[in-house]
């Protein structure tokens, strides 16, 4: 039976989550867990930004080539375009998952991503998933074929019985993703096209793309290429999607379309390290605290008293003891100075 296939799948990839294993070595074993029950040519699970699903890390099931137009027009697709089970759309179903085929013959037909992008490349079938768990999207993903039958209901029933397995297990990659080895210099300032192509850059700029480069080929220029469009898309013109440099330390990217100059649709970037703030708010969201649990926390890491914070929330002294006492739980310490150290360290 497929359901006791998935059972099983799951099980694999929450025991690869809990190796400690990075998001990009996640997917690819994942990945070949998947591949044992729904035979696909080639496939593409990136990591997201909860807030923004802004794409952080792309891990490929095999290189397929892609070119820096290849990846303009995907990111262009994907945030700002009209196309059909568009990541952003799934991630807000109840069943967050869906080929190509499910959409309305005309949308299929007319869609951008199957005719410029998947078909030139031969792959006529994808399946695509968003990774959801507690209303929170962590990754997303697609599995392609070339030819031959579509993706039946029973694999597509089978890759969504993974979806939450895959969130949380994105999110525990994340947490032990957490430490850094060298503090990010910046600010580092690139000029992005229309498209998110590299126009200009700093000095620190060229020497920091240099290293991500070197660590990751390819990784820093999706990316770039998402937050732009999703900046373009955005009404206000701006965006930002947190990930990690080649020193694995958090940096905060910042697209902000330019409104003068000789191109108005110039985007500057900056690069700059996460703040507290930017890195507590994405751990907290990984251990899976609520709203409440959260301002709570927020106020503990600015240093604020039991009384201060039931003041600030206009909430109990005791109230406060427990949400405390569930979010040492969820992150494993036992004390306000463990939590600020697990989450700031």
Known sequence: MWEERAERARREIATLAAGGLGLAELYAAALAVVQREVPFEQGCWAGVDPESLVMTSVTNWRDWG????????????????????????????????????????????????VNEILKPLGLEHELRAAFRVDQACWGVGSIFRESGPDFSDREVDFLAALTATLAAASRIAVRSE?????????????????HGGLKAATAAAATWLAEVE????????????????????????????????????????????????????????????ATTFDLATLLLAAYGVTAREREVCLEVLSGSSTADIARHLFISPHTVHDHLKSLFGKVGVGSRGELVARLVA
Not at 74 to 86: I, N
Not at 179 to 188: I, K, L, Y
Not at 228 to 249: C, L, P, Q
Request: charge should be negative; charged fraction near 20%.
């Open 214 to 273: 070197d660590a990751e080929p390819g990784r820093f220029s999706m990316t770039l290429h998402s937050v732009v469009a999703h900046a373009h898309a955005s009404g206000s013109g701006t965006a930002r999607a947190r990930m990690r440099d080649a020193g694995n330390n958090w940096v905060v990217l910042q697209a902000s379309r330019l409104i003068t100059g000789d191109d108005p649709e110039q985007m500057v970037v900056t690069v700059e390290p």
């Open 178 to 194: 957490h430490a850094g080895r060298q503090a990010t210099a910046g600010p580092v300032i690139v000029i992005a096209g229309l």
């Open 66 to 113: 892609v070119t820096e137009e290849y990846a303009a027009r995907f990111a262009e697709t994907e945030y700002a375009g009209q196309e059909p089970h568009r990541f952003a759309e799934l991630s807000l179903r109840p069943r967050p998952i869906a080929r190509i085929s499910d959409a309305p013959y005309r949308d299929v037909t007319g869609s951008v991503r």
